[in-house]
């Protein structure tokens, strides 16, 4: 296909199922209101056949976008306010393999690498439920022996472990959704022609990861990459607007081709340019964002992670062992420690992926001092802030 011009995105969509005759994989990266999502479903539609009834007949395409978020929704339980509910739209082919195919932990593989909570999904209604185990201390003593224990003792423990129902966060909720559609993904894959999803033969993903922050975008772009990779039946077309996933997928499916895909009212289409030759660099446009919001003060603890990260892969450029050789020594500081500490501790600790904790001042203050000093030590092109 190559680079050209488009006047309408069903063309476009042709344009990308005739390369995957040939190609395995096709990258696109497109700004907001590109046309991303439209794409994805021109794409999907083109590969629906329909009999005189208008009912579909054949399909091809597995997909995520924001559709796909729709077959979601909640039941706020608003009267009792108690037994909230995720619903799931079942008139979806999405949904085929529900009831057969042991979803619960087959999702469940995919979802503890991101997220701490539990969930249960009931077929027979056709919800999810959602809970975080909590300990609740009670005052049996219970003994653990070789003989059978008591009916006391087992409520007792049962008690002690009792799961509490939870509505999750939106960030929660989304990484849920992309999940599953992992879980979906592999079963396509594994599909031998018999199951229900024998009728997938392209994947198309558009912008998974919106609600990500740059560490886990570099998380759910390589888990995806090793997933689609490793596998030889499925064609699969990935579009997004984050630099840095589009990045990371760039470099871990090398055969892929990779496009820019671009819209302006005024040119009436669609025009797509490679970037074989000018690759995203994932760590300067994750210094730009750190620079961006250094400066409107909405610095988080995970944004040391990110820091850190930088000045490490400057280090390995530059021959050094240790980060703290990119980090200019600070006035007073005569063992040129104090820099390194902070970023040492500020780096490492636990934080949730959905409920960021904002730095203190101090912490803030400390962050600009090292960020700014790195930029000017390495002269980066001022344009890029």
Sequence with gaps: MGEGHFQTLNALADALRQELQSKKFILLHAHNGTGKTRLSTAFKDLGKESDADQEIELRDTLYFNA??????TWDNDLEGDTKRKLKLNTNSSFFSGLESMEMDTRIRAFLNRYVDFEFKIDTTTWEVVFYRKVRIQTNADITYGRNTMTMPQIEAVFKSHRAATIKISRGEENIFIWCFFLAVVQ???DDDGTGPYNWVKYIYIDDPISSLDEHNAIA???????????????????????????????????????????????????????????PFFHHVAALVELYRVSREGTLYTYHFNILRSILEKTASFHGYKHFSACIKRADGDDDG????????????GNYSLFEPQEMVDENKDYFRTILDQFIDRYAFNSDLF
Excluded: C
């Design 67 to 72: 559709f796909t978020e729709d077959l979601f």
């Design 187 to 189: 079963l396509a894959i």
């Design 220 to 278: 759910v772009a390589h888990h995806l990459a090793q997933l689609l990779k490793n596998q030889t039946q499925k064609k699969a077309v990935i579009s997004t607007h984050h630099t840095l996933f589009f990045n990371v997928l760039w470099n871990e499916l090398k055969n892929a081709n990779r496009y820019v895909l671009s819209h302006k009212p005024s040119s009436q289409g669609y025009h797509l340019r490679k970037t074989d030759d000018t």
């Design 337 to 348: 420690l104090l820099h390194t500490r902070m970023v040492n501790i500020l780096s490492h």
